[in-house]
């Protein structure tokens, strides 16, 4: 069973940049591909980024290309999610995601642990 802890959200200005961390126990990190996914209030899950087993391949959602990078650390069994130039548009509870094996993917379903979430809140 693998447990997967999301911290580093909160409250940021529009512009700002926040960190996202999500560390896993259980099971070591680096037997999964990870994803962070977010769900805005009353909409559903979107994904936002994965990265492979390997750390050697990741891929981004359109809307965060550019502002928003994915990396894993596995020997402290830990995948980051940087996000620069935040906009209110970001706001949702964000989500990581592992999924046993190489790839990553963009799909919900694909994935087989989920953590607990973490706000992140985008001020105008």
């Known amino acids: 069973q693998v447990q997967l802890v999301e911290s580093g959200g909160g409250l940021v200005q529009a512009g700002g940049s926040l960190r996202l961390s999500c560390a896993c126990s259980g099971r070591p990190l680096r037997a999964y591909s990870m994803g962070w996914f977010r769900q805005p209030l009353g909409k559903d899950r979107e994904f936002v980024a994965f990265i492979y087993q390997s750390g050697g391949s990741t891929d981004y959602a359109d809307s965060v290309k550019g502002r928003f990078t994915i990396s894993r650390d596995n020997a402290k069994n830990t995948v980051f999610l940087q996000m620069n130039n935040l906009n209110p548009e970001d706001t949702a509870v964000y989500y990581c995601?592992?999924?046993?094996?190489?790839?990553?993917?963009?799909?919900?379903?694909?994935?087989?642990?989920w953590g607990q979430g973490t706000q992140v809140t985008v001020s105008s």
């Open positions: 995601a592992a999924r046993l094996g190489y790839f990553g993917s963009n799909l919900y379903s694909a994935y087989d642990y």
